[in-house]
Nanobody, 123 residues
């Protein structure tokens, strides 16, 4: 599967932004999906994950209550709705697809990766 992330941009503290990740292929619903991010000078970290059907989610503690991951299996797209953004959310955000029936926070659990989209939150 090929993944194309989009929706990043420059926003101010407290703003909202929705990232999208479009997947190619007809087996999108068989993949667990995740979002990761990499801030400048830091390692890539887990942000959110969603099970194949979309009933189970997992979040990084610092984004709980602010970010929501969702998916449209008919449209082959996974979303990351981000609200109340903070400067520490500034990073390149990557979507990823993994083989499995649950939610996964480890990068090794994901087989396919998108190219990343930059989110910059100004203070």
């Amino acid at each position: 599967v090929q993944l194309q992330a989009s929706g990043g941009g420059l926003v101010q503290t407290g703003d909202s932004l929705r990232l999208s990740c479009a997947a190619s292929g007809r087996t999108f619903s068989s993949y667990a999906m995740g979002w990761f991010r990499q801030a400048p000078g830091k390692e890539r970290e887990f942000v959110a994950a969603l099970s194949r059907v979309g009933y189970v989610t997992s979040y990084l503690d610092s984004v709980k209550g602010r970010f929501t991951i969702s998916r449209d299996n008919n449209g082959n797209t996974v979303y990351l709705q981000m609200s109340n953004l903070k400067p520490e959310d500034t990073a390149v955000y990557y979507c990823a697809a993994g083989i499995g029936s649950y939610v996964y926070s480890r990068q090794d659990d994901y087989r396919y990766w998108g190219q990343g989209t930059l989110v910059t939150v100004s203070s």
